[in-house]
C-alpha cells in the first residue's frame, strides 16, 4: 500500500464549478502539506503550503488538513479552463533531513 | 516564482552516447533532487543532495549518477543512455527548514 493515495482521475468539470481534490495517507508522522499543479509537459509548480490542520485560502485556492483522519484536500472555486492540470499532493515528515512523498497526481478537465 | 533552470529542455540522442543534464538554482538552496516522470505517470525521486559533495540514490535504481560540486549545480550524467531512459527529468531544490521543493521546467529526454 502506497502512503499517500490520490484518485488519478480524470477530473472534468465545467467551468464555474468547485473543483475538489483529496489524498489520504498513512504515516501519522506527516506534518507539513503541500499541493502542486503540473501543467503538461511542464515541472511541477507550487500552489499551497500548510503546516497544521484547518483551513488555508489563498485566492480561488483553499487547502484543508485533517490530521486526525489523515486527509487533505483542495478546493478550487470558480474554475476556469487555463485549471486544466495535474494536482499533486505531497507532505513530509517534520523539516531537516526528510524526503517529500508525492502523491500520484489527479488530472482535472475544466470544460468551457 | 523558482529560479531553478534545466538544459537541454529537449533531447534526442542515440544510443550508447554519454550525456549530462544540467540543473541550476539561484535561491541558495541546500537540498537538490532529480525525478523521472514517465508521461501521465507518478513522480519518482532518483537522486537527491543535501549540500555540496552530499549525494544520495533514491527511491528509483537509476543508472545515472549526480555530482554538487557547487551549492547551485546539481548535473545527472548517463554513461551510456539506452532507450529505457527515455523520460522526463525533472530538477528541484528546497530550503532545509521547510523542505517546500521548487521544480525546474523538465528535461525530456529521448533515446532511439
Known amino acids: 500500500q502506497k502512503e499517500v493515495e490520490q484518485d488519478p482521475g480524470p477530473l472534468s468539470v465545467p467551468e464555474g464549478a468547485i473543483v475538489s481534490l483529496n489524498c489520504t495517507y498513512s504515516n501519522s508522522a506527516f506534518q507539513y502539506f503541500m499541493w502542486y499543479r503540473q501543467y503538461s509537459r511542464k515541472g511541477p509548480e507550487l500552489l499551497m503550503y500548510?503546516?497544521?490542520?484547518g483551513n488555508k485560502e489563498d485566492g480561488r485556492f483553499t487547502a484543508q488538513v485533517d490530521k486526525s483522519s489523515k486527509y487533505i484536500s483542495l478546493f478550487i472555486r470558480d474554475s476556469q479552463p487555463s485549471d486544466s492540470a495535474t494536482y499533486l499532493c505531497a507532505m513530509i515528515v517534520g523539516a531537516a533531513g526528510n524526503k517529500l512523498t508525492f502523491g500520484g497526481g489527479t488530472r482535472v478537465l475544466v470544460k468551457p | 516564482e523558482a529560479d531553478i533552470y534545466q538544459t537541454p529542455r529537449y533531447l534526442v540522442i542515440g544510443t550508447g552516447k554519454k550525456i549530462t543534464l544540467e540543473c541550476s538554482q539561484t535561491?541558495?538552496?541546500?537540498?537538490m533532487y532529480w525525478y523521472q516522470q514517465d508521461p501521465g505517470m507518478e513522480l519518482h525521486l532518483i537522486h537527491y543532495?543535501?549540500?555540496?559533495?552530499?549525494?544520495e540514490k533514491g527511491d528509483l535504481s537509476s543508472e545515472s549518477t549526480v555530482s554538487r560540486i557547487r551549492t547551485e549545480h546539481f548535473p545527472l550524467t548517463l554513461e551510456s543512455a539506452r532507450p529505457s531512459h527515455t523520460s522526463q527529468y525533472l530538477c528541484?531544490?528546497?530550503?532545509?527548514?521547510?523542505?517546500?521543493?521548487?521544480f525546474g521546467p523538465g528535461t525530456r529526454l529521448t533515446v532511439l
Open positions: 543532495s543535501y549540500g555540496v559533495n552530499s549525494t
Open positions: 535561491m541558495g538552496h541546500d537540498k
Open positions: 500548510t503546516y497544521s490542520s
Open positions: 528541484a531544490s528546497s530550503e532545509f527548514q521547510t523542505d517546500t521543493q521548487y
